[in-house]
């Protein structure tokens, strides 16, 4: 074997060198067959987590103290490469020294409702098979050693409090062997230059002796190909778009290094089976690199050695579910780095940080779309990797952040339909959520493009969120957009709410719940912009807890508790009856008042709502620990606690994303509380 020690090597497979060969021809492209009515919490109003869906927007975090920055933008999945096999057991097998920071980490994930993918590597230097090279191999010998240590390492992670499920075994194992490697390196270098699939055998013996210990330990355990670096695509060598030839002096060894994948399944005469069974998800990385004058989409197409089959994405995953399909086996796949880098260190930020928030949408969609089960953005953390984090050095949120948090509210949920029809330069997918179709839309050419809008159109909105404007049944565009339409016709059960009102499924399922007759009979109305009354908003609560036909039940024809609410008020009882039930205590305290007359405010619904979520314990309190989610939301606040606890149940998103507010002062509209509870009620 031929050990290659100089750095330069390395940071190619990383990518360096497509970075200096990306194809440029744009001529050779060919033709592809918020609370308050803001478009935020208008997506939200039908997000839904359904019986057995899992999202697949994740992205890798360093530093945790941003994780709610995460949690934010709808985030599930995190990816963390943390956990070293040489910290656990530095001397000895019998070791097992466990990083409580990282067990914090851990933990925090999990409380924040998201999924760990949990990197484990670096074998100790016991157990290595060369004792100069932290990322390289363990030893034959020590396999056994290393699957006794997974074992107990899934045996105490999978349980609570830090719940760890997916386990990553190495990180880039496909990697060049590299002498005197660091055991803070990050990668994995288990290429073996001997060897035609660069030591991708070796690597399904050890998933050989690892799966059934991590089965084992926990059957619901998923053991998750270490990520594969993939450098180009070996199917025809030495053509445009391909790997170079075998017999190139200078690249031709990377043939075999693209194997790696092959290997794992052909197995060695250790695994004569192949290591197909031996892991659950495969998995791999893809960068995509700025150039400007060019559309995200070119850009990540055009990146030498995977251009002729789609690109860093999808080429790389087009000739993983070619190379399963050869052995006869098919696994979910993740891809768990991708970003879109600054590597020129160009002069025009603002282009830059503007196509990689197109890039987002881009990404995140069309891998839904080809059914890539999780995507990590790499990562978070800002400024990243040639600038290409989600946050900024200050670790405030760039343009692509903010068109996470769009994305991730638009398509939660959705369920991917077909590619759309569409002329020459115009990409499009069709997803489906409840009785509603959302259109994402693309320019493939960096060219603007004109669409006629769907039948049964609703609204359409950029990828910040911000509304757009048909003009005579069209609609134009040049970065991403979204249009949503319904999938037929809708009954239009108010005179003043049409289909194309941004509530209007809210109001029609609050109708049909019989939590509202209208704001008038004849003709039926809902009177939507208008704002809620507190006397109002007692005859919504209990009508949503206590369902159709409710009516209350206490007395009040010698008036109720409240000085300031006579027995003939309409809502007398309602009143009386919010107080019996111990979800009110009024407005003022000396008198006794409820106020019945005055508006309610986005605070005061917050309040209320839960209270009215939780009414079968009268002495509920958020237990949300406070984050300071909204910007206009102060730490001192009276209302903090249970505005974020509303937050953390998925019943507001805000009234604004940039930056997050939540408009506390500002009343709520009859609209704005039916969308308000449906959600709270319908998660019941």
């Known amino acids: 074997m031929r050990f290659r020690k100089y750095f330069l090597f390395f940071i190619f497979f990383i990518g360096f060198m497509s970075m200096h060969q990306v194809a440029v021809s744009q001529a050779n492209q060919g033709s592809r067959s918020s609370d308050a009515g803001s478009i935020?919490?208008?997506?939200?109003?039908?997000?839904?987590?359904?019986?057995?869906?899992?999202?697949?927007?994740?992205?890798?975090?360093?530093?945790?103290?941003?994780?709610?920055?995460?949690?934010?933008?709808?985030?599930?999945?995190?990816?963390?490469?943390?956990?070293?096999?040489?910290?656990?057991?530095p001397d000895n097998a019998n070791q097992f020294i466990r990083d409580t920071d990282l067990e914090e980490d851990m933990v925090a994930v999990s409380q924040a409702g998201m999924e760990l993918i949990l990197i484990v590597r670096s074998a100790p230097t016991w157990a290595r098979e060369y004792e100069w090279s932290a990322c390289a191999p363990m030893a034959q010998e020590h396999i056994a050693d290393f699957a006794d240590f997974m074992h107990e390492l899934v045996a105490f992670y999978s349980q609570p409090p830090y719940n760890v499920t997916y386990y990553e075994?190495?990180?880039?194992?496909?990697?060049?062997?590299?002498?005197?490697?660091?055991?803070?390196?990050?990668y994995g270098c288990w290429g073996d230059e001997s060897d035609d699939c660069f030591g991708g055998g070796y690597y399904a013996e050890m998933l050989k002796g690892v799966y059934p210990a991590i089965k084992s330990a926990n059957p619901n355990a998923q053991v998750v190909l270490g990520g594969l670096l993939l450098a180009c695509d070996p199917r025809?060598?030495?053509?445009?778009?391909?790997?170079?030839?075998?017999?190139?002096?200078?690249?031709?060894?990377?043939?075999?290094?693209?194997?790696f994948f092959e290997g794992v399944l052909r197995g060695n005469e250790n695994v004569p089976e192949g290591g197909g069974k031996y892991f659950d998800y495969v998995n791999y990385h893809g960068f995509t690199y700025y150039e400007e004058d060019m559309s995200v989409i070119q850009m990540e197409q055009n990146v030498a050695y995977w251009s002729a089959n789609g690109g860093q994405v999808a080429g790389k995953l087009d000739y993983l579910r070619y190379i399963m399909f050869e052995y006869g086996i098919m696994k979910?796949?993740?891809?768990?780095?991708?970003?879109?880098?600054d590597h020129l260190e160009t002069e025009n930020i603002a282009g830059f940080q503007a196509a990689k928030a197109d890039y987002v949408v881009w990404l995140y969609t069309r891998n839904l779309a080809k059914d890539?089960?999780?995507?990590?953005?790499?990562?978070?953390?800002?400024?990243?990797?040639?600038?290409?984090?989600?946050?900024?050095?200050?670790q405030e949120p760039t343009p692509s952040y903010e068109a996470f948090k769009v994305l991730t509210t638009a398509l939660d949920g959705a369920i991917?339909?077909?590619?759309?029809?569409?002329?020459?330069?115009?990409?499009?997918?069709?997803?489906?959520?409840?009785?509603?179709?959302?259109?994402?839309?693309?320019?493939?050419?960096?060219?603007?493009?004109?669409?006629?809008?769907?039948?049964?159109?609703?609204?359409?909105?950029?990828?910040?969120?911000?509304?757009?404007?048909?003009?005579?049944?069209?609609?134009?565009?040049?970065?991403?957009?979204?249009?949503?339409?319904?999938?037929?016709?809708?009954?239009?059960?108010?005179?003043?709410?049409?289909?194309?009102?941004?509530?209007?499924?809210?109001?029609?399922?609050?109708?049909?719940?019989?939590?509202?007759?209208?704001?008038?009979?004849?003709?039926?109305q809902f009177c939507p912009e208008a704002d809620v009354t507190r006397a109002e908003m007692a005859k919504f609560l209990l009508t949503?807890?206590?369902?159709?036909?409710?009516?209350?039940?206490?007395?009040?024809?010698?008036?109720?508790?409240?000085?300031?609410?006579?027995?003939?008020?309409?809502?007398?009882?309602?009143?009386?009856?919010?107080?019996?039930?111990?979800?009110?205590?009024?407005?003022?305290?000396?008198?006794?008042?409820?106020?019945?007359?005055?508006?309610?405010?986005?605070?005061?619904?917050?309040?209320?709502?839960?209270?009215?979520?939780n009414a079968d314990n009268p002495d509920y309190e958020p237990t949300q620990a406070v984050q300071y989610v909204f910007n206009d939301?102060?730490?001192n606040y009276w209302a903090i606690a249970w505005i974020e606890q509303l937050y953390n149940e998925g019943v507001t998103q805000g009234c604004d994303i940039n930056p997050l507010k939540f408009c506390p002062s500002e009343s709520v509209t009859r609209a704005e509380m039916a969308v308000f509870l449906i959600r709270g009620f319908a998660s019941e």
Request: glycine share 8%; with cysteine.
């Open 40 to 89: 935020t919490d208008v997506l939200e109003m039908t997000s839904l987590d359904g019986a057995g869906y899992t999202p697949s927007f994740g992205m890798e975090i360093h530093n945790f103290d941003l994780l709610p920055k995460a949690k934010a933008v709808n985030n599930h999945w995190v990816r963390h490469n943390a956990l070293l096999w040489s910290d656990y057991q």
């Open 169 to 186: 075994v190495w990180n880039e194992p496909d990697g060049v062997l590299l002498e005197e490697s660091a055991e803070t390196w990050p």
């Open 236 to 259: 025809q060598p030495g053509e445009s778009g391909y790997c170079p030839a075998e017999d190139d002096e200078w690249w031709g060894w990377q043939l075999d290094q693209a194997r």
């Open 332 to 341: 979910p796949v993740i891809l768990s780095e991708v970003t879109i880098l």
């Open 372 to 394: 890539i089960k999780a995507t990590t953005w790499y990562h978070l953390d800002g400024p990243g990797w040639y600038q290409g984090g989600l946050l900024d050095a200050n």
């Open 416 to 524: 991917y339909q077909r590619d759309l029809n569409l002329e020459t330069g115009m990409v499009g997918f069709e997803f489906t959520r409840d009785t509603k179709r959302v259109w994402v839309l693309f320019s493939e050419d960096n060219n603007q493009h004109t669409i006629n809008l769907p039948d049964y159109f609703i609204r359409a909105y950029n990828l910040f969120g911000e509304a757009i404007s048909p003009a005579q049944g069209q609609i134009s565009y040049k970065r991403p957009i979204y249009i949503e339409a319904h999938l037929q016709d809708p009954a239009q059960i108010f005179t003043d709410v049409d289909s194309s009102y941004w509530a209007f499924d809210a109001i029609n399922n609050l109708y049909s719940m019989g939590i509202t007759n209208g704001c008038n009979i004849d003709p039926l």
């Open 544 to 613: 949503a807890i206590n369902g159709q036909g409710f009516t209350p039940e206490v007395d009040v024809s010698q008036g109720t508790s409240f000085s300031d609410v006579k027995g003939d008020h309409w809502a007398a009882g309602w009143i009386e009856q919010l107080y019996q039930d111990q979800l009110t205590d009024g407005c003022s305290q000396d008198p006794l008042e409820f106020c019945p007359d005055a508006l309610v405010s986005r605070a005061e619904m917050a309040k209320f709502l839960l209270m009215a979520m």
């Open 633 to 635: 939301v102060k730490p």
